[in-house]
């Protein structure tokens, strides 16, 4: 069964630094990957996505994240962190097929951003 | 032009009462969710409509029923309130044909029971 760990449940940086956020799955099939965020008292939004092809994918707000499927995992980096980029960040992949189809979360990472 | 808004954004009740929340989603999608995110931030899904279809249902208390009167629309009763139900309820939509399984989420809808 798929299922989705989110390493460090809090992340801290400063403005203008290097933002990894990891993400690791188990699937048993070639997973779809996604990393969403939620701004404070806000909704999800979808940041990127994986699904098939390009194992480098680049979402909004300059967030990349690379499908390593040898270390099973979908790490999410941005270069240069923003204030405005503190948030919650949720990885999850795709399990079940057809109207079965569903999302499994991770537990989600904090993101703090120092000035 | 809101893609998926859902009414009230705030709720404050007692316990024992009954209360619905409401969802509509613009985007043509055929798929609407019902998610629960709790005091941790973490979010669990509840329930899921397919064209007004009832396909996924997660281990959740019979008080919670779910209604999709046409694929626009999502809404959630709850009844007997329990201190526990508290928080956010989120909706969400996607168009499950594209196998991409991209879910457009609503603003949420903070539930407090007291």
């Known amino acids: 069964a798929q299922s989705v760990t989110q390493l460090g449940s809090h992340v801290s940086v400063s403005e203008g630094a290097l933002v990894l956020l990891r993400c690791n799955y188990s699937?048993?099939?070639?997973?779809?990957l996604f990393w969403y965020v939620q701004y404070p008292n806000q909704g999800l939004q979808l940041l990127l996505k994986?699904?098939?092809?390009a194992t480098l994918v680049k979402g909004i707000n300059g967030f990349e994240a690379e499908f390593k499927k040898s270390e099973t995992s979908f790490h999410l980096t941005k270069p240069s962190a923003h204030m405005s980029d503190a948030a919650e960040y949720f990885c999850?992949?795709?399990?079940?097929?057809?109207?079965?189809?569903?999302?499994?979360w991770g537990l989600g990472t904090s993101l703090a951003v120092n000035p | 032009d809101t893609a998926v808004s859902q009414t009230p954004k705030y709720l404050v009740t007692q316990m024992g009462n009954d209360k619905s929340i409401k969802c509509e989603q613009n985007?043509?999608?055929?798929?609407m969710y019902w998610y629960k995110q709790d005091s941790k931030k973490f979010l669990k899904i509840m329930f899921s409509?397919?064209?007004?279809?009832?396909?996924i249902n997660e281990t959740v208390p019979n008080r919670f029923s779910p209604k999709s009167p046409d694929k626009a629309h999502l809404n959630l009763h709850i009844n007997s309130l329990e201190l526990g139900d508290s928080a956010v309820y989120f909706c969400?939509?996607?168009?499950?044909?594209?196998?991409?399984?991209?879910?457009?989420f609503g603003p949420g809808t903070r539930l407090t029971v007291t």
């Open positions: 969400a939509s996607s168009h499950l044909q594209t196998g991409f399984h991209e879910q457009y």
């Open positions: 985007l043509g999608h055929d798929t």
């Open positions: 409509y397919n064209n007004k279809e009832l396909i």
């Open positions: 699937s048993s099939v070639p997973p779809y």
């Open positions: 994986y699904t098939t092809g």
């Open positions: 999850a992949v795709s399990r079940g097929a057809g109207n079965n189809r569903k999302l499994i």
